[in-house]
Antibody, heavy 122, light 106 residues
Framework: QVQLQESGPGLVKPSETLSLTCTVS????????WSWIRQPPGKGLEWIGY???????NYNPSLESRVSISVDTSKNQFSLKLSSVTAADTAVYYC????????????????WGQGAQVTVSS | DIQMTQSPASLSASVGDRVTITCRAS??????LNWYQQKPGKAPKLLIY???TLQSGVPSRFTGSGSGTYFTLTISALQPEDFATYYC?????????FGQGTKVEI
């Protein structure tokens, strides 16, 4: 059973860059799409973007100017960088693996990490 | 962006009740619709994909239906472990978007 684990600093200063890594175990990172999602305290879910194991990406336009997702297949990891953070970026950040329904083409977020709390504060 | 609107925002029900949550999309998404369950302090869990296909391991009391712009998630006989917040999510167009959530209180 594939497992995902987020890691990174829990506290980031305003205007700095948030960096998180998701380590995948119990399966290979290859041939799958991988995603980041965040949830501000007491609020709903926001999709940040996804990356294919080959490196192609798709980002939420609301964050595109500040976000970068990369993959390291040798380490079975993928990473998130979000620059110029403000208090509005305080959230639990989740990594997830996408599954594709090949009959319909639907993608779903089938496997999730436990989440990493990131607080933006000086 | 496609807006996803869930109703109600919250509901109170008893064990054994039949519960239905609705999700409307601001434009047609055919059946590119997923449902997730989130319990407090936990990551969301995929329940249903492609509007009506039950994810492996999910109890059969969960049913999804709909297409186009109107979708429903039904829990046929509510169990105590179903206390959670439920989210719909469209994967028709990026950016993928979620509904605001429906909190089910037992």
């Amino acid at each position: 059973q594939v497992q995902l684990q987020e890691s990174g600093p829990g506290l980031v200063k305003p205007s700095e860059t948030l960096s998180l890594t998701c380590t995948v175990s119990g399966g290979s990172i290859t041939y799958y799409y991988w995603s980041w999602i965040r949830q501000p305290p007491g609020k709903g879910l926001e999709w940040i973007g996804y990356i294919y194991y080959s490196g192609s990406t798709n980002y939420n336009p609301s964050l595109e100017s500040r976000v970068s997702i990369s993959v390291d297949t040798s380490k079975n990891q993928f990473s998130l960088k979000l620059s110029s953070v403000t208090a509005a970026d305080t959230a639990v950040y989740y990594c997830a693996r996408l599954e594709r329904d090949f009959q319909t083409g639907t993608y779903s977020l089938a496997y999730w990490g436990q989440g990493a709390q990131v607080t933006v504060s000086s | 962006d496609i807006q996803m609107t869930q109703s109600p925002a919250s509901l109170s029900a008893s064990v054994g009740d039949r519960v239905t949550i609705t999700c409307r999309a601001s434009q047609t998404i055919t059946t590119y619709l997923n449902w997730y369950q989130q319990k407090p302090g936990k990551a969301p869990k995929l329940l249903i994909y492609t509007a009506s296909t039950l994810q492996s391991g999910v109890p059969s009391r969960f049913t999804g239906s709909g297409s186009g712009t109107y979708f429903t998630l039904t829990i046929s006989a509510l169990q105590p472990e179903d206390f959670a917040t439920y989210y719909c999510q469209q994967c028709s167009n990026t950016p993928w978007t979620f509904g605001q959530g429906t909190k089910v209180e037992i």
